[in-house]
């Protein structure tokens, strides 16, 4: 049997989420494993929050980053991904939440099916199931962007905990 493999995306649509202090855009930094050494081992992010403040497990904007907790689960599949600690810290309510910047191989596993739109964005997303392997988590650079992928087995595990603010998007496999 095929395996199945997902997008993992952070989804926007969630009330309340954490708000950073030092980051007004919504663009996205995207660090890779040559660029590891340039990472601090631990950093500080200042944030915004209030007893309604939603903390997702997933957030791919300033940085792709993930939950302590979400770090747990994704031990459990895959060990060639490199994390840095980042400690969401709001001064005026005394908190800190753990969350590990994530750094994970860059895989070239799309299949000559892939579809772009015209401005060259990805449009379809097609896996060669043999370039992907026995890859459990990984990026897809497709275009002009990365794409964080699972597989069935940790889209299951997450689905099976209680993590907020993550999409699926299942991705096709030839």
């Not at 989804?11 to 309340?16: L, S, T």
């Not at 002009?144 to 299942?170: C, N, T, W």
Request: proline residues 2%; glycine residues 2%.
């Amino acid at each position: 049997m095929m395996k199945k493999y997902f997008l993992l995306k952070e989804d926007y649509n969630v009330e309340n989420r954490v708000k950073f202090k030092d980051f007004t855009t919504s663009k996205k930094a995207t660090f890779l494993k040559e660029d590891v050494e340039i990472l601090r081992d631990m950093a500080d992010m200042y944030i915004d929050s209030d007893e309604n403040t939603i903390f997702p497990a997933l957030i791919e904007s300033p940085v792709l980053m993930i939950s302590e907790e979400l770090y747990d689960l994704f031990n459990l599949y895959e060990e060639n991904i490199t994390y840095k600690i980042v400690v969401f810290s709001d001064i005026k309510r005394e908190i800190q939440k753990v969350y590990r910047l994530m750094v994970p191989e860059v895989i070239d596993g799309l299949s000559e099916k892939t579809t772009y739109t015209k401005s060259n964005w990805l449009e379809n997303m097609v896996l060669d199931k043999n370039k992907v392997g026995d890859n459990n988590i990984f990026r897809i650079k497709a275009a002009l962007d990365y794409y964080l992928v699972v597989s069935l087995d940790v889209a299951e595990a997450i689905l099976k905990r209680d993590f907020q603010g993550i999409i699926f998007k299942e991705v096709e496999v030839v």
